[in-house]
């Protein structure tokens, strides 16, 4: 494989970041583009909710595209990026955390009405939870739509070791689903 | 190959990843096994799953609003920018001009201030101290601050008018208490300034006299109010004997001359601020010319539109920003007390040469206007008079800037609690102002 057909997707995201460095922001839009559904996703299983995965998403993009500059190899994008979303999250969860505190507070013995999950956060959740490298592939091969040949170009492996880690992958999220499964029986 | 390998290729199997035999192979296997196909079921269920949820999850489309924020946060953050820009043209300014020699002259009146007269009814005076009264020339040194460290202020006070010089500096004030008008002179630049301080500098502006005279008379005529003696010491070679005389945020020390009941030095500290004067002479021979209101020779009048009848936050946020932005070159100040705002203050009038401010608003290309200019200095020297008549105990006020950038939105700097108001206003390093309660405020 030559340096350029290594990865072309990762090439795509470095010429796309030179450009918005260079004084071209509206080519940042190619960025949110591909990355967008791949964000939601990930940050859904984190955050509950498909509004608050949004919001996060677009924060994410935002602190992404202002601190670009500091982006040490502008071909690892998306790891970099998912990371910022990660970062996010975690502020997310902890103001979250607080400000339920404050209305548990406020309200007493009110219910908190639980905030509204997204259509399969159980899916979403299972997702969140994967060990980074299942969680990369299962992100890039479902909400990125990338075939796992472009994957395996993006995350310079082989195309044995993409479907491998994505067949670990799915007994993984199978296991964990079934459990909370199992569990929500139990509650009920 | 047995079920268990077969089912480790099921994913590769509906990816379309499996080489035509393999595929081939699966798909007999399958014909026959009942429990493969079962596995086969689950894992397409999860592949269709996956792709449902990330089709729900595509449908939102981020594009036009990341932009759209983009846009908008990068305006917010050029408007900082430009902030910083024009402030450090400001910098160059006020660092060389020498009308901020106002600024430091206002803060001069604020010194006064914290001479203020902190009890509330007034007495007759004392036997003891009848010649301090009658006294009609005085001359002390006012230092506010610590004695090694501080600019010491020297009055010549001739009835109700002072003349005052500072160590620091080299602008002249002389203040008509009784007309309630102030001339500063700069002899740098010649200039001459009016300056109508009536409002609230002319109450807070009263002569060191008048202040003495409320503490003896208190000390002498209010058994009420507890006086420590603390017996007899030399001070600048003179015996004297000393009185300690304590309130709520109050310590007040005057030491007086053991013969004459003059007092030769007082101390006093109210909350946080030190003021001491000291080389206290009375009735000595004063060139009256030295307190005429009148323009000197060789002087030439300045006329200034003023206002100093208001000191408001904005005033004091022009002091943050000419502190941190310019002459700490873009971070904020460890503490802030009034002696330190008084130094600051007569670092920035010094700097104020006028050959250098001229040239350099030639090679610089500044067209800011001298009234502009005038503008800033005032608003900086209300400022510091702002931050002077917060309460001296400080108990309603916080500074938490050190270490804090200047232009950093996100964190705190200042907050107070105006009188009356239950909320704080916090002040952020890129100087913004928030209103606050006081369970969300920093630190």
Partial sequence: MSETDKSTQNMADKYYVERCLDGHPDNFRYLVRRYQAVLLAHLAGKLGSKDKAEEAAQESFVRAYFKMDKLQKPDLFYSWLLGIADNIAKEHQRNEQIRRQREAVRSFSQEVPPPELSQDFALEAAIAELAEPYRKIILLRYYGQHSCNKIAQQLDMPLGTVTKTLSRAYAMLRSSLQQTERSEVYEV | ?443
């Fill in chain 2, 1 to 443: 190959m047995n079920c268990a390998e077969y089912k480790e290729l099921l994913v590769a199997y509906i990816e379309g990843l499996l080489d035509e035999a393999q595929k081939h192979s699966v798909a007999e296997h399958l014909k026959s096994c009942a429990s493969c196909r079962a596995e086969l079921k689950e894992v397409s269920d999860l592949h269709d799953r996956l792709v449902k949820n990330s089709n729900t999850l595509t449908q939102s489309n981020l594009e036009d609003v990341v932009l759209d924020r983009i846009v908008r946060e990068q305006n917010a953050r050029l408007k900082t920018v430009d902030k910083i820009n024009a402030s450090l043209k400001l910098r160059r300014i006020i660092m060389k001009s020498p009308f901020v020699k106002l600024a430091a002259a206002a803060v001069i009146i604020v010194a006064v201030l914290v001479g203020l007269n902190p009890f509330k009814d007034t007495v007759t005076f004392a036997k003891v101290i009848q010649p301090i009264l009658n006294a009609r020339t005085v001359v002390l040194d006012f230092i506010v601050g610590d004695e090694t460290n501080g600019a010491v202020m020297h009055d010549v006070i001739v009835g109700s008018k002072i003349r005052r010089t500072f160590s620091n500096m080299e602008t002249i004030l002389i203040i008509d208490l009784d007309n309630a008008k102030m001339l500063t002179l700069g002899p740098a630049d010649k200039g001459a300034i009016y300056m109508d301080i009536q409002g609230p500098l002319q109450k807070g502006t009263k002569s060191y006299l008048g202040l003495v005279r409320d503490i003896v008379s208190k000390i002498v005529d209010n058994p009420n109010i507890p006086v420590q003696e603390l017996g007899e010491r030399e001070i600048d070679g003179q015996r004297a004997v000393g009185f300690l005389l304590s309130e709520p945020n109050i310590k007040l020390t005057i030491w007086a001359d053991l013969e004459t009941a003059l007092p030769i030095r007082i101390e006093f500290l109210q909350g946080q601020t030190q003021t001491i004067i000291k080389n206290i002479e009375f009735d000595v021979l004063v060139d009256e010319s030295l307190v005429s209101m009148d323009i000197p020779a060789g002087y030439t009048l300045h006329e200034e539109e003023q206002d100093w009848s208001e000191f408001t936050e904005q005033d004091f946020i022009v002091v943050l920003q000419v502190w941190a932005g310019y002459v700490l070159g873009g971070r904020f100040p460890d503490s802030i007390s009034l002696e330190e705002l008084m130094k600051l203050a007569a670092e920035v009038g010094q700097a104020a040469e006028v050959e250098q401010a001229a040239e350099f608003e030639q090679a610089h290309q500044l067209s800011i206007s001298d009234e502009e200019k005038m503008q800033i200095g005032m608003a900086f020297g209300r400022g510091i008079v702002f931050f002077q008549q917060l309460e001296p105990s400080g108990a309603d006020w916080h500074y938490v800037g050190k270490g804090v950038e200047f232009g950093d939105a996100n964190t705190a700097v200042f907050l107070y609690r105006p009188k009356g108001s239950d909320t704080y206003r916090v002040i952020y390093g890129d100087l913004h102002v928030e209103d606050g309660e006081a369970a969300q405020l920093p630190k």
